[in-house]
């Protein structure tokens, strides 16, 4: 749904920016929402206060722990392709 019609901004750009973290500044900043006439601002608001609480930042983490041994070199990496016709070249 649009929520400002003055600037053409929709719930869900709103939404994309406010789960990448972004303050409702930040968003009108960017986005031009609530700049113009005004009349969205608590919409855009609510949009935003939504996501915080959806999807709080804080609650993100890893459920699982890996330990990760980085190679010494560049060609130990198991990216890297050792075989022997590569290191010939």
Same mark, same amino acid.
């Given at each position: 749904?649009?929520? =400002?019609? =003055? !600037? !053409?901004? &929709?719930? !869900? ?9 972004? &303050?409702?500044?930040?968003? +009108?900043?960017? %986005? *031009?929402?609530? #700049? +113009? /006439? *005004?009349? /969205?601002?608590? /919409?855009? !608001?609510?949009?935003?206060?939504? /996501? *915080? ?6 609650? %993100?983490?890893?459920? #699982? #722990?890996? #330990?990760? +041994? %980085?190679?010494? &070199?560049?060609?130990? &990496? ?8 590569? %290191?010939?070249?």
């Amino acid at each position: 749904m649009i929520v =400002c019609v =003055c !600037r !053409r901004v &929709s719930d !869900r750009e709103i939404a994309r920016h406010a789960h990448a973290g972004m &303050s409702f500044d930040e968003i +009108q900043f960017e %986005l *031009g929402v609530a #700049t +113009q /006439c *005004g009349r /969205c601002e608590d /919409c855009a !608001r609510a949009v935003v206060a939504q /996501c *915080g609480v959806s999807y709080p930042v804080a609650a %993100l983490h890893n459920e #699982t #722990t890996q #330990t990760i +041994q %980085l190679a010494k &070199s560049i060609t130990e &990496s198991k990216a890297w392709n050792s075989s022997p016709h590569s %290191l010939a070249a």
